[in-house]
């Protein structure tokens, strides 16, 4: 196979009966921002992952615009929308399914994200207000482009088709579709290039590859090697992010082993374990409980790595009588813990879930004697994360079955629903404060 071309002279357009994707697969929510746009006289496409993913008859978790409208006439377009971003700004139209993300063409490539910028525009999401702009700096680096070059500066072949609702045709400026017929993951223009921009696009090319079942092009597989040791230099936010997205996938364990196979993963996180037979057992319980559509907290997916670790710390620390070292356990914990929260930069709430939620198992390695204790350890906000990686730990062999049914027993008598009912409340999520009624005058 020759190298890929870089210059692409006109599109490939497919035709309404050329292609499978169908406006049908479209969410609602989609559909009236692709409408909107189109019926105000703007470009409308569908765009990115959410196109692949349709033509290859899977159901995207997102759905992206791309047009020709700069932010301020999108946001003039959508009163539920909010324009975000510091150094390219985007609109996010919020609808109560959820969010669609409509970006301007641009022809400026991709620039590699600072650690500032990535939680910069997470404190910008996490903002309650909907309604309501920040003032935004101007975006000097930015340049708005044609869909040609907004294609181009994608990161692979297959991430760059649009799907135009004016005539429901897809249009292909990278040979995405070709790759697409192919199996085959590679990136528009020159991967040493492209993966010096963001090192990054390493990881995703290697998880596209297994979720997807895709090859990797050559010559990207060539540059994975040469680059990775820039996978370092990435900002620990956006490397968290990429590890959670892998973990809530379904396909945790084989993405894992394609980046420790690659030398990608002990770059980029070097405090975490991964390299025993038992750490992808773990994760082929994690895509078990995901395939399964069982919702896992972040803590919960981050503690699985720790898990056999801290049970074989627990169990050096325990008496022949059976009493655990308290703070034994707990000191030997924050020190298997530390590094790795603090390279993972995890917010202090989370390692707070993650730490109490392993501390946790040592209560629970025998049946409960007393409805008492299970009371007050179900009340802990922590729970959930431990009972989640309990059900890991019984797996393991860790902790007998007996005492995973008394557990399950206890909890049926305090009315709590075990982990196969329909999750206890997300341990990340912020309880929303309580409004005080009014005094009667």
Not at 143 to 157: I, L, N, S, Y
Not at 308 to 319: C, D, K
């Amino acid at each position: 196979m020759g190298p890929p071309t870089t210059e692409y002279p006109s599109p490939k357009v497919l035709a309404r009966p050329e292609h499978q994707l169908s406006r049908g697969s479209l969410s609602a929510e989609a559909l009236k921002v692709l409408y909107r746009l189109h019926r105000s006289g703007y470009a409308a496409y569908l765009v990115g992952g959410s196109v692949r993913d349709l033509l290859l008859g899977n159901r995207p978790k997102d759905f992206d615009v791309a047009t020709n409208a700069r932010p301020q006439e999108i946001r003039r377009l959508f009163r539920n929308s909010r324009v975000i971003g510091r150094r390219f700004r985007l609109v996010h139209v919020f609808f109560r399914a959820g969010i669609i993300e409509v970006a301007t063409f641009r022809a400026s490539p991709e620039p590699p994200e600072s650690p500032n910028d990535w939680e910069e525009a997470a404190a910008e999401e996490a903002e309650e207000s909907t309604t309501t702009d920040r003032p935004q700096p101007a975006t000097e680096d930015v340049v708005f482009g044609t869909p040609a070059e907004d294609a181009r500066r994608r990161d692979f072949t297959v991430n760059a088709l649009f799907y135009n609702i004016a005539d429901f045709s897809i249009i292909d400026h990278v040979g995405g579709i070709e790759d697409l017929e192919r199996g085959l993951i590679r990136t528009i223009g020159d991967p040493d290039q492209r993966f010096i921009e963001d090192p990054v696009r390493m990881m995703r090319a290697l998880e596209y590859s297994v979720r997807l079942g895709f090859d990797i092009d050559a010559r990207t597989s060539d540059a994975i090697t040469a680059q990775r040791d820039l996978i370092a230099e990435a900002s620990a936010p956006r490397l968290t992010y990429e590890l959670l997205e892998s973990l809530r996938s379904g396909h945790a364990a084989g993405i894992h082993e394609a980046w420790r196979r690659s030398g990608v993963f002990t770059r980029a996180f070097p405090d975490l374990p991964i390299d025993t037979d038992e750490s992808m057992r773990v994760l082929e319980m994690v895509d078990r409980e995901i395939n399964s559509n069982r919702e896992l907290s972040d803590p919960s997916l981050i503690g699985s790595y720790f898990l056999g670790r801290f049970l074989a710390i627990a169990e050096e620390e325990t008496s022949d009588t059976g009493r655990v070292d308290n703070p034994q356990v707990l000191g030997r914990l924050r020190e298997s813990l530390e590094p790795a929260s603090t390279s993972m930069h995890l917010s202090n709430q989370t390692l707070h879930l993650l730490h109490q939620g392993l501390f946790a198992l040592t209560k629970m390695r025998r049946p409960p004697d007393r409805g008492r204790q299970v009371l007050k350890l179900v009340r802990q906000e922590y729970f959930k994360v431990a009972w989640e990686l309990y059900g890991f730990a019984v797996a393991l062999g860790y902790i007998s079955p007996e005492a995973h049914q008394g557990w399950k027993r206890a909890l049926r008598k305090v009315g709590t629903k075990d982990r196969s009912d329909a999750p206890l409340k997300s341990a990340t999520e912020r309880p929303r404060p309580r409004r005080r009624p009014r005094r009667r005058r």
